[in-house]
């Protein structure tokens, strides 16, 4: 866990960026490893700029064996247990191949059927839904959130005015990252976490910044599905995507994976080797539109050519080619050549546009892409979730993309995510033991009690052996707090979830706390802080200081689930 020091009201507190705390979804760093060079050759083109079905064919063919083994080489280098890799031209994939295992545990291939989660990926669905439901005159890019969602409110009244449809997939809100996921991790209910938006400071100006985040794709599919008139998002997604596209292996829950024949199960990467680790009921489950989809090869490359055919299937226009170009729209740079659209990373080159995605979540790596004025994309899935930046997967699709466009394909960013992997885990792990020179904390005694949280509610610490667990009583979620530095503490979320069909444990670091003294030598306070959040739990029965309004409590309905 890399820790560095955040100043809060109450004093200095250690914050961590470990697998949690930098977030579940798909970090911006990583769009710098999927830039495309000089110009290619011109020749043998099927359009204003496109390659000919023949000619993606024919350069596949020739470089194949190449791809093969590089993708041999750096499934050893990552310790990748399975990858899936796949070129799609406009009439059908041309390249599909698997790679290794479903798992450390099982030894059974994957191939293009296997199931992988591909987590923020999931993004681009919400996008095209969106784009959908502006043909249909259900909304506007340009309609504010607040007409549509009565109750949402942000700690700006300005920016929540002004808070628009397209601002819920640009990535641009100035919230800070990764806002409110580690509630929906710990069992808070959707409503709940929107809810809580209102005593969220802002990270930067409304549109000034990228800052990755989750939320807004979750209000978005809420929104949708208020419009439709439909249960859900993922229901109205079902119908009028996944279903005219026959991507007849793509669901939305653990149970779904889990329960698939064909499906890889997840690892994390570590200083040893892969780690298998359990499914969980909540990551990256509890992102919804922003995170929750399992797809296989063959289904995902029916959505990349959807794409390249603007909007068309089976020759049936689903979406308005302009309604969906809106979605390829650039909406905040990022740096170079590198901007997010609305639901989609884009990269500008020379020979068009670069437009994709990628997804990461706790066991998982994924990478979609697809050049649409040269008429081909790329995808690879893989069940391994790595540190660096650029990953895998995007490693693998800079050198495939390269190689179509006739150029010598580069594995330089493979070379930087191994590095990169090998250095953040490294770190972590060094991280993760107390200084040399640590006070104990003593009597952990001293700590316990009832504590609650504006946040997230009543709680109950408790002595457990050499730490602390703290539960949530509206959720009956446990974080572990193990001693770091005198009254500083290692938080870690205690999960549970099945592997290989067995009910398994797991703990994964969500942050720091660290527990504070009043005037009175009482400990009366403790703040938690994950990503760039604090929240304060105050010891009950002590004075304490105000920090919320006095109408902050959140309606029944919104508490969990």
């Keep these: 866990m890399v820790c560095g020091f955040v100043r809060t009201a109450f004093g200095v507190l250690l914050r961590p960026a470990g697998p949690v705390a930098r977030g579940i979804g798909f970090v911006a760093a990583t769009v710098l490893a999927v830039g495309l060079s000089a110009a290619p050759a011109a020749a043998q083109q099927g359009g204003a700029g496109e390659l000919a079905p023949g000619v993606v064919k024919q350069r596949v063919a020739k470089f194949a064996p190449k ?128 809810y809580e938006l209102r005593s969220i400071p802002f990270a930067s100006s409304f549109r000034s910044k990228f800052a990755y985040t989750n939320l807004p794709s979750l209000i978005g599919g809420m929104i949708l599905a208020d419009r439709y008139e439909v249960g859900s998002w993922e229901e109205l997604v079902h119908a009028e995507l996944l279903e005219p596209l026959g991507m007849t292996s793509t669901s939305f829950t653990m149970a779904d994976i889990a329960d698939a024949a064909n499906h890889a199960e997840g690892h994390r990467f570590t200083t040893h080797g892969a780690e298998q680790i359990p499914f969980n009921v909540n990551i990256p489950y509890r992102l919804g539109p922003g995170g929750e989809m399992n797809s296989n090869l063959e289904d995902m490359a029916r959505w990349v050519r959807f794409q390249l055919a603007g909007g068309v299937w089976d020759g049936k226009r689903l979406v308005s080619e302009e309604a969906l170009d809106q979605t390829r729209l650039p909406r905040i740079a990022i740096g170079g050549n590198l901007s997010y659209a609305n639901g989609w990373f884009v990269s500008a080159t020379t020979r068009g546009q670069l437009v994709w995605h990628g997804g990461s979540s706790q066991g998982f790596n994924a990478y979609i892409g697809f050049m649409p004025e040269a008429g081909f994309g790329v995808i690879v899935l893989n069940n391994l979730r790595d540190q660096g930046l650029p990953t895998f997967s995007t490693g693998l699709a800079k050198w495939i993309n390269t190689e179509l466009l006739d150029q010598k394909g580069d594995d330089s960013a493979l070379k930087v995510a191994l ?21 104990p904390p003593g009597d952990l005694a001293r700590f316990a009690g009832a504590y609650s949280s504006d946040m997230l509610g009543p709680a109950r610490i408790a002595a457990d052996g050499d730490r602390l667990v703290l539960t949530l009583e509206e959720t009956g979620a446990k974080i572990a707090f193990v001693p770091y530095n005198n009254t500083i503490f290692m938080a870690r979320m205690l999960v549970s979830g099945p592997m290989n069909g067995v009910e398994t444990a797991d703990e994964i670091p969500i942050g720091m706390s660290q527990f504070i003294l009043n005037g009175e030598n009482v400990y009366s306070r403790m703040l938690l802080d994950w990503n760039d959040q604090t929240t304060t739990f105050w010891r009950t029965g002590e004075p304490r200081e105000d920090t919320l309004p006095d109408d902050h409590e959140p309606p029944d309905d919104v508490i969990v689930e």
């Design 419 to 439: 590095k990169q992997s090998q250095d953040a885990v490294a770190k972590d792990e060094a991280d993760e033991q107390p200084p040399a020179d640590r006070t």
């Design 67 to 194: 791809l093969d083994a590089l993708v041999r080489q750096a499934m050893r280098d990552f310790a990748v247990p399975g990858a899936v890799v796949g070129i799609v031209n406009r009439d059908g994939l041309v390249y599909a191949k698997g790679f290794g295992v479903r798992s450390l545990a099982d030894k059974r291939p994957v191939d293009a059927k296997t199931v992988f989660q591909i987590a923020s990926v999931t993004k681009s669905f919400l996008s095209t839904t969106l784009a959908m439901a502006v043909d249909e005159g259900k909304l506007g890019w340009d309609a504010r959130v607040a007409d549509l969602m009565p109750g949402f409110t942000l700690s700006d009244p300005w920016v929540t005015r002004e808070f628009e449809v397209q601002d819920l997939v640009a990535q641009r809100s100035g919230l800070p990252a990764y806002v409110n996921d580690v509630m929906g991790y710990l069992g808070y209910k959707d409503g709940r976490r929107v």
